[in-house]
């Protein structure tokens, strides 16, 4: 797929090459921080999404068998 198409996360060759290590912080099993920082469940999705977007996490480009027998093309972009 073309390159322009996603919105939300780079290419894995676009990536860093070095792991960005990130610390969750959970509270009665609900997360709760992000390297130290309290997030509402709301700011605390849209950091991960980030994050896995700026390290190249989250890209499919698959072929599915729909029920009726047709094939079709899915690109997905969830970081």
Do not use: C, H, W
């Amino acid at each position: 797929p073309d390159e322009s198409m996603f919105t939300r996360s780079v290419s894995p060759e676009a990536a860093p090459d070095k792991p960005t290590y990130v610390e969750i912080e959970f509270k009665n099993g609900d997360p709760v921080a992000i390297d130290g920082k309290e997030l509402g469940p709301a700011d605390l999705l849209t950091k991960l999404n980030q994050l896995g977007g700026d390290n190249g996490i989250g890209r499919i480009d698959i072929v599915e068998s729909r029920f009726v027998g047709m094939k079709s093309r899915g690109v997905y972009e969830t970081p």
